[in-house]
C-alpha cells in the first residue's frame, strides 16, 4: 500500500514519516511529496522515495498521485491561497483513484469563529463533494506554536494576550502527526471526522505556570483587550495585517474555538498526549 505525505519537508511531514515507518511501514510504501527535492535527501537517505508536489503546479500534484493509494494532504501555509491548493491534490486525488485521502483541518472547521476556519471548512466542502473517500483530521493547536511565548516570558518575565480565561487544548506535533500515521496506516477511519486535541485544556495562567516550570523563574500572564494588544503588536514593529490576524486568533481563544478535546486524539494514538510542560520544553 503506497502512502504518500504532502508537505513532508515540514515539521508536521517528517513527524508523520517517522511515525509510518516507527510503525511498520516499509519505507518503500512511503512517498515523500516535497517542493525543494534537495531539501529530501535524509528521507531519501532513509528508503523513502521523493517526488515533486507543489501545490501551485497541478502537473507536479497529478504526477506524483498516480498509483498512490492513500495521501495525506498537510494544508498549506500561504493563509488566503489554500483552497485552490489544496483543490489541485483533491482534484487529483479523485482523478488517481485515491481509496484514501486523509486532510489536517481546523477544530470544528465547519461551524467555528476562528478566523483560519473558513479555508479548512471550504476545503472539507471540496473533498465531500469530489466523492474521494476521506478522513479529516481538525487538528488543535501545536505546543510548538507558543515557542514565541517562552521566549518573549524569557526575556521580560510576562507575555500579554486577548484570549480572557479561553482555554486551548493543544497537544505536541508529534502527537497529531502520530494520529495520522494510524490513520493512514490502519483499515476503516473512512468518512471520520476527528476533533484531535490534547487531553488537557489549559487557560493562559496555566501557560503562564507552565512556562514558568521551564524556565525557571515567575511568569506573568497579562489579560488585555483586543485593542491594546493591537496597538502593543503594532508598536513591537508587527504590520497591520500580521497585527490583526494575531488579535483575532486571540479573539477565537476567547470565545472557545480551541477549548474542546474529547480524548479521541490519545484514543489514536494509545497514549495519553504530551501534556503542555513537557511540550513546552522539549522546545
Ligand atoms: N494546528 C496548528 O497549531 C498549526 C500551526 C501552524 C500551521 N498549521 C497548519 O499545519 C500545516 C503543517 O504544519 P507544519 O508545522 O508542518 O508547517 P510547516 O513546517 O510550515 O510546513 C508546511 C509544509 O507545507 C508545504 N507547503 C507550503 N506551500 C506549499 C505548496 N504550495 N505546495 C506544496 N507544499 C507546500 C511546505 O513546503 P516546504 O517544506 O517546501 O516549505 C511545508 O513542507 C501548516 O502548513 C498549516 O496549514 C497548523
Same mark, same amino acid.
Given at each position: ?74 494544508? $498549506? %501555509?500561504? @493563509?488566503?491561497? +489554500? ?10 486525488? =479523485?482523478? !488517481? /483513484? ?117 524556565? $525557571? %523563574?515567575? @511568569?506573568?500572564? +497579562? ?10 503588536? =503594532?508598536? !513591537? /514593529? ?46
Amino acid at each position: 500500500m503506497t502512502i504518500l505525505v504532502t508537505g513532508a519537508t515540514g515539521h508536521l511531514g517528517r513527524l508523520v514519516i517517522d511515525s509510518l515507518l516507527a510503525r511498520g511501514a516499509a519505507p518503500d510504501d512511503v512517498v515523500a511529496g516535497v517542493r525543494d527535492l534537495d531539501r529530501a535527501s535524509d528521507l531519501v537517505d532513509r528508503g523513502v522515495r521523493a517526488v515533486v508536489v507543489d501545490y501551485d503546479r497541478p502537473d507536479t500534484v497529478a504526477d506524483a498521485l498516480r498509483g498512490v493509494d492513500s495521501v495525506l494532504l498537510i494544508s $498549506g %501555509s500561504e @493563509v488566503g491561497r +489554500r483552497v485552490e491548493q489544496h483543490r489541485a491534490v483533491i482534484d487529483a486525488a =479523485a482523478a !488517481a /483513484g485515491v481509496t484514501k485521502l486523509v486532510y489536517t483541518s481546523a477544530p470544528k472547521a465547519t461551524t467555528s469563529g476562528l478566523v483560519l476556519a473558513p479555508e479548512h471548512k471550504a476545503t472539507e466542502e471540496l473533498i465531500s463533494a469530489s466523492g474521494v473517500p476521506a478522513v479529516i483530521l481538525r487538528n488543535n493547536w501545536y505546543t510548538e506554536n507558543y515557542a514565541g511565548t517562552v521566549e518573549q516570558a524569557r526575556a521580560t518575565g510576562a507575555f500579554a494576550a486577548n484570549v480572557g480565561d479561553g482555554r486551548v487544548a493543544s497537544a505536541s506535533r508529534r502527537d497529531f502527526a502520530e494520529a495520522a500515521a494510524v490513520v493512514l496506516r490502519e483499515d476503516g477511519h473512512v468518512g471520520q471526522v476527528y476533533e484531535l486535541g490534547g487531553d488537557v485544556a489549559w487557560n493562559y495562567d496555566e501557560l503562564a505556570a507552565a512556562i514558568s516550570e521551564v524556565i $525557571g %523563574s515567575p @511568569v506573568e500572564y +497579562r489579560r488585555v483587550r483586543a485593542d491594546e494588544h493591537l496597538a502593543m503588536l =503594532a508598536e !513591537a /514593529g508587527l504590520d497591520e495585517g500580521t497585527a490583526g490576524f494575531v488579535v483575532a486568533l486571540d479573539a477565537g481563544i476567547a470565545e472557545g474555538a480551541l477549548a474542546d478535546s474529547d480524548g479521541t486524539l490519545s484514543r489514536l494514538i494509545g497514549r495519553p498526549t504530551t501534556p503542555l510542560v513537557e511540550g513546552l520544553r522539549a522546545l
